[in-house]
């Protein structure tokens, strides 16, 4: 995963699924993806904190991208995932995604900038949309994502 | 040279000598006459200023040099320690200390000359000695004279570089009528322990003379950094010929020349000194032939006495190493990930069953083996309190300068040990405890005679081992805390209402002190009382997971109890479950734990408590408190775990107890911190993990 750093211009992202929408995460953020599994409950945090699991031998916490955009709670199925974003601030993190799709190259022509402008809540976790094949790709602002605001 | 790994090295040992020299200038004071503390002061600023010759810090050395000359002087009798010099000498370690801080930021020592002060150390040498004043003047160009000239054999001393504080004792010396040699000494090729045969040769001429410079350094020299010979020049009233044979008398030592050295020469003209080193030869050659001859037999009467000495000293160098924290640390990670392992071990053996009572018998060993490692890396992270402590006398006598009060500092337990990360926090809390006291625990003299009290204020620091915790109290005979005037001030700043402060007790009177923003002080001094302090003395010492407690008697004096945990990775903790999930608890905060019927709770103010024993304890429900319900009936017994905080109690109310374990405290990583209640997590032997709560802020 290191070397893919070199790569500018043109990102890879890879696509996940929360709820109907596809999103993209831009893979120089992620330390690894799990499956779902035993998620210890704190007690007193923000409520779209899940709790903490246990990646071999780290303590992570595990927030919920549902409950933080506002949708329905998670509802784990076989293909639930737990993606562990690597963040500089923050330390490592993990959220739920429904679904891992696949990982796309996308380069900056591909991808349309948001205005911001738009105050719906959904708006304010992306910085762009990504065109891919026809179909469009969220593009994920980890920032907001995973900042304190609710 | 390239020096830059030695720079650390350089800074420890700075800081080392540094605090040595305070300590002994304190000690000083007291004992103007002990010729071993000044003796001990000479030694530390000698080896000061050699390192930071080595290191070319030249304006450090130099500040040093001028030091050591106003301690030699004293040491020799010729100028008398009056409180005058006591302070210059201060001022010249708080202007060493910023070189020394200037080198650990930047490398470099600094522009700052401190000529004023080195004009005042050299004052204080005239005073005395006025007849030496005209040398003082910093000569221009004999600041870096190397002296070049290769005589025909033997006469290495003669490239020695001398800087013209050097030469400037020298001359100094030649001027009492002292001697100044030039000695080179060869050690034989067979020698194994060269280094301690040189430290042995300098040990012989220091107790004949002073050395003055030697090449290579004697700090090199101590790390065998040279070949078969070495270089000194030292200063001496004995003759030539006693020098050299003393040199001899170490063993394994295959020669020694020697010859003296005209420093005047040298100074006067560079080229007259070149024409005398054409000269000097000659003596030399007088004496080599005496040194050949005693060589052989001396060396091989001393060989044995001496071979069973240099093992000794070499050991006693080697006897601690310096090992960079963060090596200690991941090694205690690799414990921390060793223990985990074996917890896993552990369950599993439960889950299996009877497996053979071979298998348990390992896993046993393996528990015991890794619960020794784990106490051996924590005690190799152990340093005693010592290193920070040794400051405070020094920090008082400033203060009590400046505050015009009189007042002692007493300190006991300086062995007491901790993890090196908690002592090198725990210096500034300690410090404005104790400017606290000073500042505005103690009264005037006046007051305190008035009052009684002996017109020296006393300042205790006690530091003691208690059970898994380490207390540090801070004690004043002072004034103590006036809650009056604590309520009057919290009232005014608007922190409490008038109400609030009628309804207090003494003891939340004296919590406000720790609130952000509050200072009783009537006048802002810089010792303290700029409103920020005690608020965050409180938050340091929370954050290294101890507490701070105040006992306080209006008139007699307050103490300051600093508690701290033993170590802060691993601990020792009681695993219970609450609604079907696994926490665990501190053993070290815990009292008992009772089995208490339903019947037995009281009720005082709506809240529920339990008598026990005599007293009457608040009951925490810990379901409540972690919003899960609780697995257990209503009318069933209530397990309670009794815990303790300082003199507090309370009752934690679990649904069962899964029994005691070694755990290691993970972090939750900075995206939870705002639960106050979990002070961290751990991963159980199966993998789980369970939330380790903190008695503390739950009470």
Not at chain 1, 76 to 98: A, H, M, P, S, W
Not at chain 2, 259 to 277: P, R
Not at chain 2, 339 to 351: G, R, W
Request: charged residues 30%; negative net charge.
């Amino acid at each position: 995963m290191e070397e893919l750093k070199e790569v500018y211009e043109s990102n890879q992202y890879i696509v996940i699924r929360i709820g109907e929408e596809q999103y993209g995460i831009d893979i120089r953020y992620i330390d690894n993806i799990v499956r779902m599994q035993m998620i210890t409950r704190v007690p007193k945090v923000q409520s779209y904190i899940k709790g903490v699991i246990n990646l071999r031998g780290e303590v992570i916490p595990v927030m919920s991208i549902r409950i933080k955009m506002g949708l329905d709670a998670d509802e784990y199925t076989k293909d639930t995932r737990i993606i562990i974003l690597r963040l500089e601030q923050q330390g490592n993190i993990g959220f739920i995604v429904d679904a891992v799709k696949e990982v796309v190259t996308l380069d900056s022509s591909q991808i349309e900038k948001v205005s911001y402008d738009n105050k719906s809540d959904k708006q304010n976790f992306i910085n762009g949309i990504g065109k891919y094949e026809g179909e469009l790709i969220s593009l994920l602002d980890l920032n907001m994502v995973v900042g304190e605001k609710e | 040279m390239d020096v830059s790994q030695y720079l650390e090295i350089f800074l420890d040992e700075s800081r080392e000598h540094i605090q040595n020299l305070n300590t002994q200038i304190m000690d000083l004071e007291q004992n103007p006459e002990s010729e071993n503390t000044i003796n001990e002061i000479f030694r530390a600023a000698h080896s000061l200023k050699g390192m930071a010759g080595t290191m070319g810090y030249k304006r450090m050395q130099t500040l040093t040099h001028d030091m050591e000359n106003v301690f030699s002087e004293v040491r020799n009798g010729n100028v008398k320690v009056n409180a005058n010099m006591i302070d210059i000498l201060f001022q010249c370690l708080d202007a060493l200390e910023e070189y020394v801080d200037n080198i650990q930021s930047s490398a470099d020592e600094g522009t700052n000359e401190n000529a004023p002060l080195i004009k005042l150390l050299n004052d204080l040498l005239k005073g005395d000695k006025a007849e030496e004043a005209p040398k003082e003047p910093v000569k221009e160009n004999t600041s870096e004279t190397t002296v070049t000239q290769e005589s025909s054999q033997g006469g290495k001393w003669n490239e020695i570089n001398l800087d013209d504080s050097q030469r400037r004792v020298l001359c100094e010396a030649a001027s009492q009528g002292k001697k100044v040699y030039g000695i080179t000494v060869k050690i034989q090729e067979s020698c194994i322990l060269k280094a301690a045969r040189a430290f042995l040769v300098f040990k012989a001429i220091e107790e004949l003379g002073e050395i003055m410079v030697s090449n290579p350094s004697a700090q090199d020299i101590e790390d065998e950094k040279f070949n078969l010979d070495f270089s000194l020049i030292c200063i001496t009233d004995k003759p030539l010929g006693d020098v050299i044979k003393a040199v001899t008398n170490v063993s394994e030592i295959e020669d020694a020349q020697g010859a003296e050295v005209d420093i005047k020469s040298e100074e006067e003209d560079a080229a007259e000194a070149v024409a005398e080193a054409t000269e000097e030869p000659e003596p030399q050659q007088k004496q080599l032939p005496k040194t050949p001859e005693t060589t052989p037999e001396v060396s091989g009467a001393a060989a044995k006495p001496a071979d069973k000495k240099a093992p000794a000293t070499k050991a006693v160098v080697n006897r601690t190493v310096r090992v960079d924290i963060e090596k200690l640390d991941s090694l205690m990670n690799l414990v921390s990930e060793l223990i985990i392992a074996k917890n896993s071990l552990v369950s599993a053996t439960t889950s299996m069953g009877n497996t053979g009572s071979e298998f348990n018998e390992q896993v046993e060993y393996l528990e015991s083996v890794t619960t020794n490692l784990h106490e051996s890396v924590m005690k190799v992270r152990m340093v005693p309190i010592e290193s920070v402590v040794t400051k405070f006398p020094r920090m008082i006598r400033d203060l009590s300068k400046k505050l015009d009060k009189k007042m002692e500092l007493y300190m006991s337990g300086e062995e007491t040990e901790l993890d090196r990360t908690v002592v090198d926090e725990i210096g500034d809390p300690l410090m404005h405890l104790l400017r606290n006291s000073a500042d505005h625990g103690l009264e005037s003299a006046e007051v305190r005679k008035e009052r009684g009290k002996p017109e020296v204020g006393s300042i205790f620091l006690d530091a003691y081992q208690d059970g898994n915790n380490v207390v540090i109290e801070v004690r004043d005979d002072g004034n103590g805390i006036d809650t009056d005037a604590v309520k009057r001030k919290a009232i005014e700043k608007g922190i409490i209402t008038t109400e609030q402060a009628d309804s207090m007790s003494d003891k939340e009177a004296i919590d406000l002190l720790f609130h952000a923003g509050f200072s009783t002080a009537k006048k802002v001094s810089d010792v303290s009382g700029r409103g920020v302090g005690l608020d965050v003395v409180k938050s340091k010492i929370e954050s290294l997971s101890g507490e701070v407690e105040v006992k306080s008697k209006l008139g007699q004096g307050s103490t300051w109890i600093i508690r701290l945990p033993l170590t802060l990775a691993i601990i020792q903790a009681l695993m219970v479950t609450v609604g079907g999930e696994k926490y665990a608890i501190s053993l070290g905060s815990i009292q008992t734990i009772e089995d208490v019927p339903v019947s037995e709770l009281k009720h005082v103010q709506s809240e529920e408590v339990i008598h026990l024993r005599g007293s009457v304890i608040p009951i925490i429900r810990l379901s409540d408190v972690l919003d899960v319900p609780s697995s257990k009936g209503s009318d069933e017994n209530l397990l309670v775990v009794i815990v303790k905080k300082g003199d507090k109690l309370a009752g934690l109310v679990v649904d069962e107890l899964m029994g005691q374990q070694e755990i290691v405290i993970k972090s939750m990583g900075k995206y939870i911190s705002k639960c106050k209640m979990i002070s961290g997590a751990t991963i159980l032997g199966n993998g789980e993990i369970a939330l380790i709560l903190d008695a503390n802020a739950i009470m």
